[in-house]
Nanobody, 117 residues
Framework: VQVAESGGGSVQAGGSLRLSCAAS????????MAWYRQAPGNQRELVAT??????NYADSVKGRFIISRENAKNTVSLQMNSLKPEDTAVYYC?????????????WGQGTQVTVSS
């Protein structure tokens, strides 16, 4: 499974960005798709997940970010609104697939999001 993110960039505080992630290759039986982020000097942290139609968000992004998935295309998006400088990070897409009874995790290379004040 190959995972590729797109849509990062630079924006001023209060602005919006939309990230997209596409899973390709043997991208079937995908159970969960998620977004994580990692700022310099920090550990990678969960931003949002979507699984079977259920979504989950980090407290820091609730009410500002929206995760959505298009199952037929194996894509997941993250609409980020009201961005803050503390949202600056490399954003990574994670895909979890069920294969032969085992859950396998795949990561993208990441896309940079920079929010200036």
């Amino acid at each position: 499974v190959q995972v590729a993110e797109s849509g990062g960039g630079s924006v001023q505080a209060g602005g919006s960005l939309r990230l997209s992630c596409a899973a390709s290759g043997s991208a079937f039986d995908i159970r969960t798709m998620a977004w994580y982020r990692q700022a310099p000097g920090n550990q990678r942290e969960l931003v949002a997940t979507i699984s079977g139609g259920s979504t989950n968000y980090a407290d820091s992004v609730k009410g500002r970010f929206i995760i959505s998935r298009e199952n037929a295309k194996n894509t997941v998006s993250l609409q980020m609104n009201s961005l803050k400088p503390e949202d600056t990070a490399v954003y990574y897409c994670k895909v979890v697939r069920l294969r032969y009874g085992t859950l396998n995790t795949y990561w993208g290379q990441g896309t940079q999001v920079t929010v200036s004040s």
